[in-house]
């Protein structure tokens, strides 16, 4: 048996695998990921629906696209969760934040100006990748300092799209 703990942002979630099953919270979940060619591309089975899954990570921190939607996830095994207990997890960090393309690919439209504050989660700009338009979303609050993205540019995996201070 795995123990991890999973924060999306103030949701924390303890996962449990065995070879016969998935945990979530202690309850059974009817879960199956398979990596599907691209390194980062994974097809997920939840709860009998079928969904494309992209997961880029640096270290305990992973972005997850699926259905449109980005999620940050900070994973901890139970290991690392015993040698940082006495510490707070990680947060994001005060002043300047650069909010980042997670894939290659078009950028569709920016949904906010130089000046407009935020609220963490807020759609910033819209990327087309793989025929699928995904909102890249603030990871915080904050006003936005710059915007380096441009409707109709194309971009590389991590390129700073929005600048948040």
Same mark, same amino acid.
């Given at each position: 048996m795995v123990k991890y703990f999973a924060r999306i942002g103030n949701n924390e979630y303890e996962v449990e695998i065995t070879d016969a099953q998935v945990l979530l919270d202690g309850e059974p979940v009817d879960v199956d990921i398979v990596r599907s060619g691209v390194p980062e591309l994974y097809s997920v089975l939840f709860g009998g629906q079928s969904h494309e899954m992209l997961v880029t990570s640096d270290r305990f921190n992973y972005t997850i696209l699926i259905r449109s939607?980005?999620?940050? @996830?900070? +994973?901890?095994?139970?290991?690392?969760?015993?040698?940082? $207990?006495?510490?707070?997890?990680?947060?994001?960090?005060?002043?300047?934040?650069?909010?980042?393309?997670?894939?290659?690919?078009?950028?569709?439209? @920016?949904? +906010?100006?130089?000046?407009?504050?935020?609220?963490?989660? $807020?759609?910033l700009v819209i990327l087309e990748a793989m025929k699928m338009e995904n909102e890249i979303r603030s990871m915080r609050a904050g006003v936005v300092r710059s915007i380096l993205a441009t409707p109709g540019q194309r971009v590389e995996q991590n390129a700073v799209l929005v600048v948040l201070e």
């Open positions: 939607e980005q999620f940050q @996830v900070q +994973v901890q095994d139970e290991r690392a969760r015993r040698l940082n $207990q006495a510490r707070k997890l990680p947060t994001l960090p005060e002043g300047e934040l650069a909010i980042t393309a997670p894939i290659p690919g078009l950028v569709v439209k @920016v949904l +906010v100006n130089v000046g407009d504050p935020v609220e963490e989660g $807020q759609p």
